[in-house]
């Protein structure tokens, strides 16, 4: 397995932002993914560090990038993923195989355990919709466990992987038969829709920044509050979608946070609505990006 010491993470982010992290580990089977976490119990897991904001400041401490667990296959309807498998190679894999259900995951590029975590969902469709059960390493026992889709408390944006408990080994999905060419078409617009919208990976960003509220859409408010236009000299607003933040080059951690604010206050103001932020920050704050989360925490 690769270790990296003093390793900078920045470019294993999609915001293109962090320091130093004291340890980098990388594991490339199951089992030594599993004996890892039972000795590093206090180590960060990420995937495609595609929703994070990692701190330019680094991390004193641990963390375990599940890149190299690779490993899928596709057994009839059936679709069984290790943590580290890319959600968009995922995607044209099944449309290969005539099945359909995971289209939606075409255009981030998130990994099954991120996915899972997060309970990441576009165009309608949600990683937890085809998904039968999950393998975990439970942090409390620091045993394998098995749960079902049902035990895993998911909701928008949310599972019960959040809590800290447990990591996620693979994941077993059961997808739809269909005919290849409605799958494709669907792939083809959901790419589309995005490339009109969304900025894409040549521009730094970690998708949307702030989950929806209840019944409305946290792009559409921050639109009404004009924060298109915010623009700071690192890092900006982006100008077809409000609820994105693209790095112009070198931001640092900080900057997004005061832009993060910046768009938090302009919402609150104008609808008193607070946004939770979407994007999970990693590794050490300065005192001044303590203040700054404090203030979108309440
Ligand atoms: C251009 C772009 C577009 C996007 N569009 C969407 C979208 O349409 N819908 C959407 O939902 N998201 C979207 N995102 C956000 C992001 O891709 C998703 O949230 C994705 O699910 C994150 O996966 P990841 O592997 O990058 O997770 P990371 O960012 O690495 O981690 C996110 C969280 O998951 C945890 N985690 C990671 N792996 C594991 C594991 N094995 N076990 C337990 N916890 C784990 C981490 O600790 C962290 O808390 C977009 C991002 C980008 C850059």
Redesign the pocket.
């Known amino acids: 397995m690769i270790i990296k010491e003093e390793f900078e993470i920045k470019n294993y982010?999609?915001y293109k932002i962090g320091g130093k992290v004291k340890r980098v580990y990388f594991p490339e089977t199951q089992s030594e993914f599993t004996e890892l976490l039972r000795e590093k119990t206090d180590a960060?897991?990420?995937?495609?560090?595609?929703?994070?904001l990692f701190s330019s400041d680094g991390y004193d401490g641990d963390v375990i990038l599940?890149t190299e667990l690779k490993q899928y296959e596709i057994r009839g309807t059936h679709v069984y993923a290790s943590?580290?498998v890319?959600?968009p190679l995922l995607a044209q894999k099944t449309a290969e195989a005539g099945l359909s259900g995971f289209e939606?995951m075409i255009?981030?590029?998130?990994?099954?355990?991120?996915?899972?975590?997060?309970?990441?969902?576009?165009?309608g469709q949600?990683?937890s919709d085809k998904l039968i059960q999950v393998c975990?390493f439970d942090k409390e026992s620091k045993e394998v466990v098995y749960k079902k889709k049902e035990e895993l408390d998911f909701s928008y944006?949310h599972s019960l992987?959040?809590g800290g408990r447990?990591?996620?080994?693979h994941a077993e999905f059961e997808l739809e038969k269909a005919q290849a060419q409605d799958i494709n078409a669907l792939i083809e617009r959901n790419k589309e829709f995005?490339k009109n919208i969304?900025?894409?990976?040549a521009n730094p960003?970690?998708?949307?920044v702030f989950k929806n509220p209840e019944n409305d859409s946290a792009g559409r408010l921050l639109d009404k509050a004009g924060v298109k236009s915010f623009d700071l000299p690192r890092a900006r607003v982006w100008k077809n979608h409000a609820n994105?933040i693209v790095n112009k080059g070198d931001a640092t951690s900080e900057d997004i946070l005061t832009l993060m604010v910046m768009m938090y206050n302009a919402v609150k103001n104008q609808y008193t609505i607070e946004l939770k932020p979407?994007?999970?920050f990693?590794g050490n704050k300065t005192k001044k990006e303590e203040e700054l989360w404090n203030i979108m925490s309440h």
């Open positions: 982010t999609t960060i897991v990420l995937g495609s560090c595609s929703n994070i599940t943590a580290g890319k959600g939606f255009g981030f590029p998130g990994s099954v355990g991120g996915d899972i975590c997060m309970n990441a969902g576009a165009h949600t990683i975990l944006r992987l959040q447990y990591i996620l080994i995005r969304q900025p894409s990976l960003n970690a998708g949307s994105f979407e994007i999970i990693i």
